[in-house]
C-alpha cells in the first residue's frame, strides 16, 4: 500500500477510537463515496476525450456546395450554388 492509503487507514482508526462506532461508520461511507465520485469524474473525462477523437452518432454528412467562380460575383439575386 501506498502513504495516502496508509493515511487514510490511520485517519480511519484514529476517529473510530476517539470519536465512537457511528461516526467511523460515517467517515468509512463518506470515503467509499469519495473515490466513488473521483473514478466516476475520471470516467466522464476518458469517455470525453474518447468521444472528440472518434465522433460516432447520428451524423448526416452533406455534400459541400461549391460555387463557380461566374456565379461568385455576389450582383446576382438568386442563390450561388
Same mark, same amino acid.
Given at each position: 500500500? $501506498? *502513504? ?10 484514529? /476517529?473510530?477510537?476517539?470519536?465512537? *462506532?457511528? /461516526?467511523?461508520? $460515517? &467517515?468509512?461511507?463518506?470515503? !467509499? ?11 466522464? =473525462?476518458?469517455?470525453?476525450?474518447? &468521444?472528440?477523437?472518434? %465522433?460516432?452518432?447520428?451524423? !448526416? =454528412?452533406?455534400?459541400? =456546395?461549391?460555387? @463557380?467562380?461566374?456565379?461568385? @460575383?455576389?450582383?446576382? $439575386?438568386? %442563390?450561388?450554388?
Amino acid at each position: 500500500m $501506498d *502513504e495516502g492509503t496508509l493515511d487514510l487507514l490511520a485517519r480511519l482508526v484514529t /476517529v473510530r477510537r476517539e470519536l465512537g *462506532e457511528v /461516526v467511523y461508520q $460515517d &467517515a468509512l461511507e463518506r470515503a !467509499v463515496i469519495g473515490v466513488g465520485v473521483a473514478a466516476h469524474i475520471e470516467a466522464e =473525462r476518458v469517455a470525453l476525450r474518447h &468521444a472528440r477523437v472518434h %465522433p460516432e452518432g447520428n451524423v !448526416v =454528412r452533406l455534400p459541400r =456546395r461549391h460555387v @463557380s467562380l461566374e456565379g461568385a @460575383s455576389g450582383g446576382g $439575386d438568386g %442563390p450561388c450554388a
